[in-house]
């Protein structure tokens, strides 16, 4: 690679970019891989032209992003309704069955659901490694 024109990183990492996006881009349009030098002495017709094929290919990636994205966006608006209309039915499906349930039946679960610990008589004070007191 020829970098001496460049000064800076910046400036090599471009120009390693807009090559890397040459032979991507090429690809994907189906071209040749295109072995483009940039320098000082470039045309500024192939520069022009090289442009206009990234920016074509670059059009297109963006085309197909949008397209897997929007499709994407449809599968999850479909799952929340799925999981909206379920959400519904069990809440219909627990409604149901508290109302079917004896009084009894609905004690015994409220007490399997919030276990009822016995409240500390005095605060306990943590033990040593020594095994006393602090």
């Known amino acids: 690679m020829n970098t ?3 000064q800076t ?12 996006s040459i032979s991507f881009f090429s690809s994907l349009l189906g071209g040749d891989v295109v072995s483009v030098k ?4 470039a045309s500024g017709a192939s520069v022009v032209a090289i442009d206009n094929k990234i920016e074509q290919a670059m059009d ?23 999981l909206v ?8 499906e627990n409604t149901l069955l508290k109302t079917l349930a004896s009084p009894e039946q609905l004690e015994k679960f409220q007490s399997h659901l919030i276990p009822e610990e016995p409240a500390p008589e005095s605060p306990q004070v943590p033990e040593a490694p020594g095994g006393s007191a602090v």
């Open 60 to 82: 297109l990636v963006k085309n197909h992003l949008m397209y897997a994205v929007r499709e994407e966006v449809e599968v999850l608006k479909e799952q929340i309704r799925e």
């Open 4 to 6: 001496e024109m460049y």
């Open 9 to 20: 990183p910046m400036e090599v990492a471009v120009y390693q970019l807009h090559n890397f």
């Open 38 to 41: 940039l320098d000082n002495s």
């Open 85 to 92: 209309e379920k959400n519904s039915q069990l809440e219909r």
